[in-house]
């Protein structure tokens, strides 16, 4: 008995070593981004030939570099000649351990070719061809980002994500599309004289907001495939738009119909309204997990604003902040493990916390900054704060690291909401 | 004999059972918007190609829809509001008091109250702040006798302020309810 035991716990720990042999061959992992202590990644980026080569190697090393992850190494340090071979022999003197080669021709469309390179095992790991028209040029740059950022990290990238937000437009405000970067700005026509946050859709496919026209605030539905415009709800009063459920057809708003602010969930398809809270006092901005089971929202029913959750039933009511008389603006991150919130402590400043209130951590100081939300991967947080005087759109690494404007200033802007892919 | 026989199954058990599944490498699809393409079958090594496009945004013009109403200039002076609160104050009383009277006696006209904030806010709470001090103007005056169906009512939060200054003097400006008079559009 006892000798078939020792001969089974054998089998096994050689069954085991031969499991994980197999799994660190199949899968290296140059960067764990889930690691507490991060080595950053040398990584070489050498110019892409041809004549749109230099725009699409910088766009991809503005991406790379803005993760934190990567340690750019500059250009003046490479041996090798773009146009040369690769050669492990050049890269590993100067600290090199993944090296970008590619070539950019412009016929027809734009057709690019990039390679990846692990300098330890003086290997290629990955080789792709992109087409593109010209004018997909920053689309197709960040597309190589993604999939040198994948090949690295085992983790999808956001570089090819889009944050949609509210700005100034002829006399009243307008709702605007542009690039996780602050590139390729577009303005939707969509006005109002005050829109308030807009919210994706979980496909990507569709925003509903509040505007304020003629008197009245109404939720609208903007959907990106049939191009069109349409009003979902309307009442005296205020009515605004929160996020969207899992399923796809409900959403969250709030809504001070029967009196004052409470929140409900409305189904797009049959225009059904089920109510979620009922208090005296104001209750609103909606925020719903990711697995749609909780939804944080902002009551003042304790004296001051302050951010609560509830299940999405609207059983199971908690207060999660109990620091300053002021939190409001509550957003999940995608894997619901963190909420970014608003918190005024003198000026307003942006937090994040577990959903249950604990960890709290204060993650900018400069001037007011509020309207924050999470990036698709959780790594980021788009915001908008008025540090350089006038209103603009900032990110974020999801500590506070990195901050910078991504709009300019000659367009006052708010409310950034970044896209869910 | 019978102990060999059980190792021997355990092992073919393993076997079967194969490896934990391990973390696979592979192009994930980045948008949906991105259709790949058939990848091409090299001489000596696969090629993939990927087609990258994505939908243009069109302008989509909002129809504005007429107002039902025109707006008069204002006859009242503004009421004000404590810091985060919306509480009528006493010094509001004579001027809701005023406002009351003059509708019951020119009654074919509507009133518009508007709540408005200081910019200290974030903007979806002050929008609510804002709705709370147009509705406990509206309140006041019904409990005056006004009709109810008489009274408009529209929150601007921190939108439309008075005075754009960051001062204690700019922000009490601020914090108010303002009334306009409303005459139907073609009477």
């Given at each position: 008995m006892n000798?078939?035991?020792?001969?089974?716990?054998?089998?096994?720990?050689?069954?085991?070593?031969y499991c994980l042999l197999f799994t660190v061959a199949e899968a290296k992992v140059y960067i764990d981004i889930a690691s507490p202590v991060l080595k950053k990644l040398p990584i070489a980026i050498q110019e892409f030939s041809g004549t749109s080569g230099k725009e699409i190697s910088d766009i991809i090393r503005d991406d790379l570099t803005f993760t934190g992850l990567f340690l750019y190494i500059d250009g003046a340090a490479y041996i090798e000649n773009p146009s040369q071979p690769f050669n492990p022999k050049n890269w590993s003197p100067i600290g090199v351990e993944a090296v970008v080669k590619g070539s950019a021709k412009e016929d027809k469309d734009l057709v690019v070719t990039m390679s990846l390179y692990d300098v330890f095992e003086g290997k290629e790991m990955f080789k792709k061809e992109y087409k593109a028209e010209r004018e997909f040029i920053r689309p197709l740059s960040h597309a190589i980002a993604n999939d040198i950022y994948y090949t690295l990290t085992g983790e999808t990238g956001i570089f090819r994500s889009r944050i949609a937000f509210v700005a100034d437009d002829k006399g009243g405000k307008g709702i605007y599309v542009m690039d996780w970067d602050g590139n390729r700005i577009t303005r939707l026509g969509l006005k109002g004289n005050t829109i308030l946050t807009p919210h994706w859709s979980r496909d990507g496919t569709k925003l509903i907001y509040s505007a304020e026209r003629n008197r009245q605030w109404g939720i609208y539905l903007v959907d990106f495939i049939s191009m069109n415009e349409r009003k979902l709800f309307f009442s005296q009063g205020i009515n605004m738009a929160g996020d969207f459920l899992p399923e796809g057809n409900d959403f969250a708003f709030s809504s001070s119909k029967d009196g004052t602010p409470d929140l409900y969930i409305m189904n797009l398809k049959d225009h059904r309204i089920k109510k979620m809270t009922s208090s005296y006092g104001i209750e609103i901005s909606p925020a719903v997990s990711p697995d749609?089971?909780?939804?944080?929202?902002?009551?003042?029913?304790?004296?001051?604003?302050?951010?609560?959750?509830?299940?999405?039933?609207?059983?199971n009511v908690r207060r999660i902040?109990?620091?300053?008389?002021?939190?409001?603006?509550?957003?999940?991150?995608?894997?619901?493990?963190?909420?970014?919130?608003v918190g005024r402590r003198g000026t307003n400043q942006i937090f994040t916390a577990k959903p249950d209130?604990?960890?709290?951590?204060?993650?900018?100081?400069?001037?007011?900054?509020?309207?924050?939300?999470?990036?698709?991967?959780?790594?980021?947080?788009a915001f908008s704060s008025d540090r350089d005087g006038v209103k603009g759109i900032y990110i974020m690494r999801a500590n506070g690291e990195?901050?910078?404007r991504i709009t300019h200033k000659n367009l006052r802007t708010s409310v950034p909401r970044w896209s869910p892919n | 004999m019978k102990k060999a026989f059980v190792v021997a199954l355990v092992v073919l058990g393993f076997i079967l059972a194969g490896c934990p599944a391990r973390k696979v490498v592979q192009p994930e699809p980045q948008q949906p918007t991105v259709a790949p393409q058939e990848t091409k079958q090299g001489a000596a090594k696969v090629k993939p190609e990927e087609r990258i496009t994505e939908q243009r945004l069109a302008k989509i013009e909002t129809k504005e829809e007429p107002s039902k109403y025109i707006e008069e200039k204002a006859l009242f002076e503004d009421i004000h509001f404590d810091f985060d609160k919306y509480d009528i104050r006493s010094d509001a009383q004579p001027v809701l008091q005023k406002i009351a009277s003059w509708l019951l006696k020119n009654t074919s006209i509507k009133i518009l109250i508007e709540?408005?904030?200081d910019e200290r806010g974030t903007n979806e709470y002050n929008l609510a702040?804002?709705?709370?001090?147009?509705?406990?103007?509206?309140?006041?005056l019904t409990a005056l006798g006004v009709a109810s169906n008489r009274i408009e009512m529209v929150s601007y939060g921190e939108e439309k302020p008075l005075c754009t200054e960051k001062t204690e003097e700019c922000w009490t400006k601020n914090r108010r309810a303002h009334f306009v008079l409303l005459k139907e559009a073609g009477k």
């Amino acid at each position: 008995m006892n000798r078939k035991f020792k001969v089974l716990v054998l089998i096994f720990l050689l069954f085991t070593v031969y499991c994980l042999l197999f799994t660190v061959a199949e899968a290296k992992v140059y960067i764990d981004i889930a690691s507490p202590v991060l080595k950053k990644l040398p990584i070489a980026i050498q110019e892409f030939s041809g004549t749109s080569g230099k725009e699409i190697s910088d766009i991809i090393r503005d991406d790379l570099t803005f993760t934190g992850l990567f340690l750019y190494i500059d250009g003046a340090a490479y041996i090798e000649n773009p146009s040369q071979p690769f050669n492990p022999k050049n890269w590993s003197p100067i600290g090199v351990e993944a090296v970008v080669k590619g070539s950019a021709k412009e016929d027809k469309d734009l057709v690019v070719t990039m390679s990846l390179y692990d300098v330890f095992e003086g290997k290629e790991m990955f080789k792709k061809e992109y087409k593109a028209e010209r004018e997909f040029i920053r689309p197709l740059s960040h597309a190589i980002a993604n999939d040198i950022y994948y090949t690295l990290t085992g983790e999808t990238g956001i570089f090819r994500s889009r944050i949609a937000f509210v700005a100034d437009d002829k006399g009243g405000k307008g709702i605007y599309v542009m690039d996780w970067d602050g590139n390729r700005i577009t303005r939707l026509g969509l006005k109002g004289n005050t829109i308030l946050t807009p919210h994706w859709s979980r496909d990507g496919t569709k925003l509903i907001y509040s505007a304020e026209r003629n008197r009245q605030w109404g939720i609208y539905l903007v959907d990106f495939i049939s191009m069109n415009e349409r009003k979902l709800f309307f009442s005296q009063g205020i009515n605004m738009a929160g996020d969207f459920l899992p399923e796809g057809n409900d959403f969250a708003f709030s809504s001070s119909k029967d009196g004052t602010p409470d929140l409900y969930i409305m189904n797009l398809k049959d225009h059904r309204i089920k109510k979620m809270t009922s208090s005296y006092g104001i209750e609103i901005s909606p925020a719903v997990s990711p697995d749609g089971k909780y939804i944080a929202f902002v009551s003042d029913r304790g004296g001051s604003p302050q951010i609560y959750t509830m299940q999405r039933d609207g059983s199971n009511v908690r207060r999660i902040t109990f620091e300053g008389s002021y939190n409001t603006s509550p957003a999940w991150s995608p894997k619901g493990n963190r909420i970014v919130f608003v918190g005024r402590r003198g000026t307003n400043q942006i937090f994040t916390a577990k959903p249950d209130g604990t960890e709290l951590t204060q993650i900018t100081t400069a001037g007011n900054n509020e309207d924050p939300s999470f990036s698709p991967d959780g790594r980021y947080i788009a915001f908008s704060s008025d540090r350089d005087g006038v209103k603009g759109i900032y990110i974020m690494r999801a500590n506070g690291e990195s901050q910078q404007r991504i709009t300019h200033k000659n367009l006052r802007t708010s409310v950034p909401r970044w896209s869910p892919n | 004999m019978k102990k060999a026989f059980v190792v021997a199954l355990v092992v073919l058990g393993f076997i079967l059972a194969g490896c934990p599944a391990r973390k696979v490498v592979q192009p994930e699809p980045q948008q949906p918007t991105v259709a790949p393409q058939e990848t091409k079958q090299g001489a000596a090594k696969v090629k993939p190609e990927e087609r990258i496009t994505e939908q243009r945004l069109a302008k989509i013009e909002t129809k504005e829809e007429p107002s039902k109403y025109i707006e008069e200039k204002a006859l009242f002076e503004d009421i004000h509001f404590d810091f985060d609160k919306y509480d009528i104050r006493s010094d509001a009383q004579p001027v809701l008091q005023k406002i009351a009277s003059w509708l019951l006696k020119n009654t074919s006209i509507k009133i518009l109250i508007e709540g408005h904030c200081d910019e200290r806010g974030t903007n979806e709470y002050n929008l609510a702040l804002g709705d709370r001090r147009a509705k406990a103007a509206r309140d006041y005056l019904t409990a005056l006798g006004v009709a109810s169906n008489r009274i408009e009512m529209v929150s601007y939060g921190e939108e439309k302020p008075l005075c754009t200054e960051k001062t204690e003097e700019c922000w009490t400006k601020n914090r108010r309810a303002h009334f306009v008079l409303l005459k139907e559009a073609g009477k």
